[in-house]
């Protein structure tokens, strides 16, 4: 009983990050940078990068996340000297991302690289889940789907009630302390501003409890074929 029960944690808790990273996979994407980019509200860089400057930049930073490419990737990357933000003298260019910033994508691509692994596994899982014992599957796909939703609402509230202290403990958590903040002149901030974290949690948020919603849908569908639990 004990064994069982932890197997439908173990996949309920597969589910949840499964869901998550598949939100993640699609907010870390051309597209998404265009809708940000593009739309209606979303804050203008004050040092000149307009939307097309942003729009062919920012995707090399997601190009590198999922490549196999060392950080030369964005380190060989030049601005014209329009630009650049205080550029020394008698040049014609700056780079886009200065050392500290190419540390922190080297950061971001490490935690990128297992976060996806981890996910890829948690799939994995529920696929051998499913095909071992059915029943027992979908009691923990149920499991998990609440538990997403019941994530996603204590988050919420605390995303809407504290959010700059719930940014600041995310980025702790994964990256050291001071390695990930930046001033607002840097390329990592015109390019990527904290409207797009905003703008990626809602839909993070979104796109798991609708999932969510679905997947118990799907489990209550299911039951009555497979002549219930």
Request: with cysteine; hydrophobic share 55%.
């Amino acid at each position: 009983m004990i064994k069982s029960r932890v197997a439908t944690l173990l996949l309920a808790l597969a589910l949840l990050c499964l869901l998550m990273m598949t939100a993640v996979r699609l907010l870390l994407s051309h597209e998404f940078l265009r809708i940000e980019y593009l739309r209606l509200g979303f804050p203008a860089d004050s040092y000149g990068f307009s939307a097309d400057d942003r729009m062919m930049y920012g995707p090399y930073a997601i190009d590198y996340l999922f490549n196999s490419e060392p950080i030369a990737f964005l380190g060989e990357l030049r601005l014209p000297l329009a630009l650049c933000f205080l550029p020394p003298a008698d040049v014609e260019d700056c780079p886009l991302f200065k050392r500290s910033e190419l540390r922190h994508m080297q950061d971001v691509k490490q935690v990128t690289q297992i976060a996806f692994a981890l996910a890829a596994l948690c799939a994995l899982t529920i696929v051998l889940a499913l095909r071992l014992d059915w029943r027992a599957g979908l009691a923990g796909l149920q499991l998990g789907a609440w538990l997403t939703l019941l994530l996603i609402g204590g988050l919420a509230v605390l995303a809407i009630g504290a959010w700059d202290s719930a940014f600041d403990r995310f980025h702790d958590l994964f990256f050291a302390a001071g390695s990930w903040r930046f001033p607002y002149s840097d390329s990592l901030i015109r390019l990527f501003p904290e409207q797009i974290f905003i703008d990626a949690a809602l839909f993070i948020a979104a796109f798991c409890a609708f999932s969510a919603c679905l997947v118990l849908a799907l489990c209550r569908w299911a039951l009555p074929a497979r002549g219930g639990i």
